[in-house]
């Protein structure tokens, strides 16, 4: 399979170039030449179909030639370990957990199977040593630091905006030690993604080392959210209803995923991208104006993003078409007020303990269901509670049980480095 930078001034890519590049050299974002289609008959028999089946069919045709077919399946299998139960929550709401892997928050996935995919290249070629170089708003940090942890002739750097992480999210990430670092920077999380994409820009960076990115710009991390929308779907297809499928965002690379699947033919009937007051994209729907903001802090902070990477792909996917993206996306925003008020609704009426994101969801979902109350809607869990443990204890007054693999980080001491601006990166990429 091919890639090709959006940005049309790189050469096209192979699927291990592109991931070992991370993004084009023209600054553009990788997008496969070819978009595959599943037959009808893939959905028919979906039910009693494995998840991890299902995931190599989904995923194969965008790996071809790039890595055999038993070596991905192995991936495949080990990225997948863990649960992703769907909960129902009221008639027509339930949630499906993408927690419940080793560091609480869906960006597990993603993070396992690059990090599984880099190695995999390394071993063909152990000559090239690589730097992961990721800027993380929160959970992103901690899932990539665990995936990648130890994984040989992988050096990964770590950028978070100091101050605006939970305190579990910044264990997670300055806890690891190993290969991985964490760099603690005076600032928001764009300027720690912009820090990050001048790198890949900086020669004399380059020329030094082979960096890559673990943000869901890069596409090993970006494709394999793809399998959530087809355990969603596989899970409720026995509804007999529309699917709809809200997800909490911010650099919208798993909503972008769930379009993808959608348009290698899962019968999704619609996506709400749901966000906080970082709102480019719903207001995007609502104008036909793209207009990227200053990113403000929420207490729903891995969605604090005023530029979302993947909103081109979006693009991309729909051919450029307003009216046909607007046919298969709503969006909404909601403050965080009304965020609070969601996990307390939530709560009282299901029981149910969500976190801020899922939250965020959660209103969306209804927002969209006001006017299509003959739908089955589902909101992705995108972390574990306990990873905003402050805003979810005070806002429901109840203790959250801390999962016994937290525990650990927990106690564990905090390692980073305070940098204040690129300069300080680039100092410490190249000493
Ligand atoms: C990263 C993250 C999001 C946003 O996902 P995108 O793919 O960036 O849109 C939402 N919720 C949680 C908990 C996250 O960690």
Redo the contacts with the bound molecule.
């Keep these: 399979m091919i890639y090709n930078s959006l940005n049309n001034k790189s050469e096209p890519a192979k699927f291990e170039e592109a991931v070992v590049r991370g993004i084009a050299p023209d600054r553009g974002l990788y997008f496969p030449e070819k978009i595959h289609r599943l037959p009808d008959s893939f959905f028919e028999n979906i039910e009693s179909k494995s998840i991890p089946d299902i995931a190599y069919d989904a995923i194969a045709p965008f790996l071809e030639g790039s890595i055999p077919e038993l070596e991905l399946k192995k991936i495949i299998s080990e990225t997948l370990d863990f649960e992703f139960p769907v909960i129902p929550i009221h008639d027509n709401i339930g949630t499906l957990e993408l927690f419940q892997g080793p560091t609480l ?3 597990d996935v993603g993070a396992r199977f690059m990090a599984r995919c880099l190695g995999y290249f390394n071993k063909e070629n152990s000559s090239q040593k690589v730097t992961v170089l990721v800027a993380t ?4 940090g901690g899932a990539v630091a665990n995936g990648f942890l130890g994984v040989s002739g992988i050096e990964v750097v770590i950028l978070y905006p100091k101050g605006k992480v939970s305190k579990v999210q910044e264990q997670q990430l300055t806890t690891l030690g190993q290969n991985i670092t964490a760099l603690e920077v005076n600032g928001t999380f764009d300027d720690c993604q912009d820090m990050v994409k001048t790198a890949f820009l900086d020669q004399e960076i380059t020329t030094q080392k082979q960096l890559t990115s673990a943000n ?1 710009i890069n596409v090993a991390r970006w494709l394999p959210q793809m399998f959530y929308y087809f355990i969603a779907y596989r899970e409720l297809k026995k509804h007999n209803k529309p699917l709809v499928i809200s ?9 972008c995923a769930g379009l993808m699947a959608h348009q290698i033919g899962l019968p999704i009937d619609h996506f709400v991208a749901s966000t906080n007051i970082n709102d480019v994209v719903p207001d995007y729907l609502k104008t036909g104006v793209y207009k990227p903001i200053k990113s403000s802090p929420t207490i ?1 902070n ?2 604090d ?1 005023g530029d ?1 990477s ?1 909103f081109i792909r979006i693009l991309k996917i729909f051919g450029n078409n307003f009216e046909n993206l607007k046919e298969m996306l709503s969006g909404y925003r909601y403050t965080d007020e009304e965020t609070r008020v969601a996990l307390k609704e939530i709560h009282q009426t299901s029981g149910y303990v969500a ?1 801020p ?1 899922g939250a965020v969801g959660y209103l969306g979902l209804k927002d969209y269901l006001k006017n299509h109350p003959n739908k089955y809607g589902i909101f992705l869990e ?2 574990h509670p306990v ?1 905003f443990l402050d805003t979810v204890e005070e806002t429901l007054d109840i203790k959250v049980e801390v999962p016994e693999r937290l525990q650990e980080t927990l106690s564990k001491t905090k390692k980073s480095i305070e940098i204040n601006d690129y300069q300080g990166l680039k100092k410490f990429l190249i000493h």
């Design positions: 928050a869906f960006k708003s929160g959970d992103t869901s997800v909490p965002s911010g650099n919208f690379g798993n909503i729903s891995a969605m993003v979302p993947n976190d994101h995108t972390a990873k």
